[in-house]
């Protein structure tokens, strides 16, 4: 069950029983990630709920808060259904670059097909941050390039505030 409120004409947010949630707890998992979620095919919604028990059932992972749920247009390939946007905060044991590998599995799982950029996808897992570290290799650059200008993640994120 979702509560729906409208920000303005092109965006929606939704609010259920785990999306906004945050909880108390003492971790013995030594990293905090923030992780925006996204997707427009399907039942993203849903999609989302799915992700958040299966992930509760990982021990290397603990979730420790949840945004809203945004819908937006897309961005960059327009042609497309509209997204809806997450972000999640999570512990974890592991490092940055196993936490990425972690990531893209779990996409992986729940059908990500890489055809193009910004190309619809059931789902995606955008590490945002990793503690407060500056990465930049091949595979991976934290914080996330372009964060700061993206609607899907800076209101989501400032619903985590």
Not at 15 to 33: D, G, N
Not at 38 to 65: E, Q, S, Y
């Amino acid at each position: 069950m979702y509560r729906k409120y409208f920000i303005s004409d092109t965006l929606e947010v939704y609010k259920s029983k785990y999306f906004p949630m945050q909880k108390k707890v003492i971790s013995s998992l030594r990293h905090r990630a923030t992780v925006g979620l996204g997707g427009n095919i399907g039942d993203v919604k849903r999609r989302f709920h799915h992700l958040l028990f299966a992930l509760a059932r990982d021990k290397r992972v603990r979730i420790i808060a949840t945004s809203f749920i945004l819908k937006n247009p897309p961005f960059g390939y327009k042609e497309q259904d509209d997204f809806f946007n997450s972000i999640m905060q999570i512990e974890t044991s592991m490092h940055p670059e196993e936490f990425l590998r972690y990531l893209l599995r779990v996409e992986k799982k729940y059908g990500r097909k890489r055809s193009f950029a910004n190309a619809p996808r059931r789902l995606d897992l955008d590490l945002l941050f990793f503690d407060n570290l500056r990465v930049s290799t091949k595979t991976l650059i934290l914080p996330h390039p372009e964060w700061d200008k993206r609607e899907s993640v800076l209101i989501p994120l400032a619903g985590l505030l």
